[in-house]
């Protein structure tokens, strides 16, 4: 079934009426995405940020009058005094949450690895590969972002070969995957998100590690240290959280942290320097990754 999508372009004071405008005349879904190219970074608990020029999209259903829909919008918008721009758009039906795999294809990680998606093949030049087949389904995590293209090269050049690896943020499993398939003994993926964890066991049964890999609910309590822990998340989480995951990382051990912008990464480094020997901090584009030693 088609559907109905009006794009309203409008300053960041206007968005939360227009939102709430949207949802009253029947938007089945309201999103705010930006109107420019302005950075956004992590809000404060209790902040809620938006862009200085926003869009605010409303999908409605393909049967809606579009003429009186726009014409509702333009009058509830006129009382306000809000300046903004309207347009609409007509979406022919489609498996939304993977239309986007259309752009996905393999992608080499250092020297041997390659992330593949699952209807794709190995390019005929790839030598001594390391292969990941990958569907992410709904959770984060192709190695298209630079936080997790980071995390893989650093995987692919280091001694995994009978090492026990913590992912915590596992996604869709891309990096404890990656780890076991690079020579890893064990593997405990750890997310809040109930999907995630059903896109690690999906990727990594087409992988052939699911004995090795442990799933496990955010907060469950973990009753044993690591060789390596890896942590793909946001970077204020990062910091609050660096007590309980330095507690998981042996003695000699190794972490790698990501999700930290160029900004954020001294923040970082000074909640993990009193537990680890830190090295020089990894960049691509504007994201970071920090590595180091447990001491």
């Not at 298209?144 to 869709?172: F, N, R």
């Not at 507690?247 to 909640?271: F, N, T, Y």
């Not at 680890?276 to 970071?288: E, G, T």
Request: net charge negative; hydrophobic share 40%.
């Amino acid at each position: 079934m088609p559907w109905i999508q009006i794009h309203i372009t409008a300053g960041k004071h206007d968005a939360p009426f227009l939102e709430t405008l949207l949802e009253g005349l029947g938007a089945l879904s309201v999103t705010l995405t930006d109107a420019g190219d302005e950075p956004q970074l992590e809000p404060a608990p209790g902040e809620e940020k938006l862009w200085s020029e926003t869009i605010i999209t409303g999908l409605f259903d393909a049967a809606i009058d579009q003429n009186g829909l726009k014409r509702a919008v333009q009058k509830a918008a006129g009382s306000q005094n809000i300046q903004m721009e309207i347009e609409m758009e007509l979406l022919q039906d489609q498996p939304w949450e993977r239309a986007w795999m259309e752009n996905f294809r393999p992608m080499r990680f250092g020297q041997r690895l390659w992330v593949v998606p699952g209807d794709q093949q190995l390019p005929a030049d790839a030598q001594d590969a390391v292969t990941m087949m990958l569907d992410p389904g709904l959770a984060f995590g192709t190695g298209t972002h630079p936080t997790t293209s980071l995390c893989l090269q650093w995987l692919d050049g280091i001694d995994l070969h009978a090492k026990s690896v913590i992912d915590y943020g596992c996604g869709s499993g891309i990096l404890g995957i990656a780890a076991l398939l690079l020579g890893a003994k064990s593997v405990t993926g750890i997310d809040h998100d109930p999907q995630a964890l059903i896109a690690s066991r999906q990727n990594a049964n087409e992988n052939g590690v699911i004995q090795h890999l442990t799933l496990l609910p955010a907060g469950e309590p973990i009753n044993k240290q690591c060789d390596i822990l890896l942590a793909n998340i946001l970077a204020s989480v990062l910091v609050e959280l660096a007590p309980q995951l330095a507690g998981m990382v042996k003695p000699e051990g190794r972490i790698a942290l990501s999700g930290i912008l160029h900004d954020q990464a001294e923040m970082v480094q000074q909640a993990y320097r009193g537990n680890f020997k830190l090295d020089p901090p990894q960049q691509l584009d504007d994201w970071i990754l920090i590595t180091g030693t447990r001491k």
